[in-house]
């Protein structure tokens, strides 16, 4: 199956990047693709960029659509071009899913509409305005609601990238990315310390 | 402070994105570079490819330098020229790191020698093999020694980012960036597990 992940200007890289460790370690299973709406070189928001290889619109029907969050989405939902792309994509997808505020872009496309979701929970305010008619789970690491999974901020779209690898190829080949990414799988419940009096980050891309 | 972070081709994706995450949302502290031996675009172990900011040749003293694995790693350890300007490179950097088998290539550049160091517990006899004269620990999750700090695999170059930001920036920061990357830190002595029966990976990057 193919994981093509969706990357734009100010995108974060661990939303992007895990994912793509856990799916790309089992290659006889999976292959790994950037997309965005230009082929080309992106910035993430932490400044390193990588290269889209296809334009969204070269794709046709996603094995699995995967979209990021970072400060990028704070724009993105305003860009209907966008959206209307990742509407049509996550149509004819196998498995929508999302790390941390890539489920705001799903849920202002109305991909999410009646379903279940999360995002991360230091932007879950944001998040939720995005998608009103999205039913938003406050505390999981992520969600799973049919062929959409959605995961909360930043590293939690590691574990649910083994969760889908474990749904799609069993628990063996999840067990055996984990062990040799030493890699300490959280369960689906896990919830993260969210103390928002933290202080000492500014312009942290999607903790604005 | 400027994080040089070296890609090389079949870099693994997590050992540069983990740390470039931690150290990228702290971006008032840090800011992350990727340098490789000539400037450009650079595929990864996994497929997705990064650009190279800077070259080797143009980095005089670095703040912290940073060299991760990957399936790269196995022929590099053969490139003289490589090797040489890592040590260069190393001999006037304020903090030397590695992430994996990161630590095999300053083992071999001769820049461990009589330190103490980790790798990715999958590698170990290998990474070994590259550095008789260091003094290599098997069971922790990095291991700090002066300026030299290696970590474990992939996925611990995570906590061993976020240790060097609390050394430097102080406990808050680098408590602030885990929240915000909903990221669970393992203590320097965490120790996963290390099953060599698990199966499915073939050709999978650090792990061959």
Same mark, same amino acid.
């Given at each position: 199956m193919i994981v093509s992940i969706v990357i734009f200007p100010d995108f974060e890289l661990l939303d992007v990047f895990g994912p793509a460790e856990m799916f790309g370690m089992a290659r006889d299973h999976f292959t790994v693709e950037l997309v965005a709406s230009e082929v080309g070189p992106v910035a993430s928001s932490q400044g390193p960029s990588a290269i889209a290889e /296809? &334009? $969204? &619109? !070269?794709? +046709? !029907?996603?094995d699995i659509l995967l979209v990021p969050g970072g400060f990028g989405t704070r724009t993105l939902v305003y860009n209907d071009g966008f959206l209307v792309e990742i509407a049509r994509m996550a149509e004819s997808a196998q498995f929508v899913t999302s790390v941390c505020t890539g489920s705001a872009l799903l849920a202002k496309a109305g991909v999410l509409d009646g379903k279940r979701a999360t995002s991360n929970k230091n932007a879950l305010d944001w998040v939720m305005a995005q998608g009103p008619q999205v039913e938003w789970? /406050? +505390?999981?690491r992520w969600v799973e609601d049919g062929r959409y999974w959605t995961s909360s901020g930043v590293s939690a779209g590691m574990d649910m990238s083994l969760a889908l690898i474990e749904k799609i190829e069993g628990p063996d080949l999840a067990r055996s990315v984990a062990t040799f990414a030493e890699y300490d799988r959280k369960p689906i419940d896990w919830q993260s310390t969210n103390d928002r &009096? $933290? &202080? +000492?980050?500014?312009?942290s891309g999607d903790t604005e």
């Open positions: /296809r &334009s $969204l &619109s !070269e794709i +046709g !029907e996603p789970d /406050r +505390g999981a &009096s $933290l &202080s +000492g980050l500014t312009q």
